[in-house]
């Protein structure tokens, strides 16, 4: 599986956008891109997935290059509840594991 | 709510026993996959299985098993038990191997 890179700390205003970078510049063409995030010691929560396209769900919208290099998680309106570690996960079609990296721990400032 | 189910929440034990935990996936899932999360290693694969047999391992130690029954739930069995082994065991279920998995609360395991 491709690896991605994160950075490890974002910070976030209440209210705002929250737009978490993720890249992947290894990643191949049956691979997809998965965002989960993990709030303090409760299980991964997916958000959301995308191959190629722009992918949008009541969570988050998932914006990946046309060369699908590195993609973007956005929160459109992020609240104190969003403060979390945000996983960004390359796994193959067909895979078995998702490999965890260290994530982005995303703080949602009031 | 993911629809996982784990047990026990919580379990302290002792040096050299055995624990065993177990988890229920979503309703439909024929798929199940056991991670650890420790400290000093963040989450990692231990093993997966699909329909009742295993399909994948990952970095499961040989004192670790796990099977998963006819009626799709899975136990994870931790023998000879050390002090390292403390930590988070999370269980996930797809519907089938390579799809979207879905995480239960995890179970906290503590070793003295």
């Known amino acids: 599986d491709a690896k991605t890179t994160q950075p490890p700390s974002m910070d976030c205003a209440e209210g705002r956008a929250a737009n978490l970078p993720c890249n992947h510049s290894?990643?191949?063409?049956?691979?997809?891109v998965y965002w989960y995030r993990q709030i303090h010691s409760q299980g991964p929560q997916y958000i959301i997935h995308?191959?190629?396209n722009n992918e949008t769900n009541e969570m988050a919208s998932l914006i990946i290059t046309e060369d699908r290099k590195s993609s973007t998680l956005i929160l459109p309106h992020a609240t104190l509840r969003d403060t979390a570690v945000y996983y960004c996960i390359v796994s193959k079609e067909y895979g078995n594991k998702l490999v965890f990296g260290a994530g982005t721990i995303l703080r949602v400032k009031s | 709510d993911s629809g996982v189910t784990q047990t026990p929440k919580h379990l302290i034990t002792a040096t050299g026993q055995r624990v065993t935990l177990r988890c229920s996936p979503r309703s439909g899932d024929l798929s199940v996959y056991w991670y650890q999360q420790s400290l000093d290693q963040g989450l990692q694969f231990l093993i997966q299985y699909y329909n009742g047999e295993e399909r994948a391992k990952g970095n499961i130690l040989e004192r670790f098993s796990a099977q998963q029954f006819p009626d799709l739930h899975s136990e994870l069995n931790l023998s000879s038990l050390e002090l390292g082994d403390s930590a988070l065991y999370f269980c996930?279920?797809?519907?089938?191997?390579?799809?979207?998995?879905?995480f239960g609360p995890g179970t906290r395991l503590l070793v003295l």
């Open positions: 996930a279920s797809s519907p089938n191997p390579g799809e979207t998995q879905y």
């Open positions: 290894t990643i191949s063409g049956n691979e997809y």
């Open positions: 995308g191959l190629k």
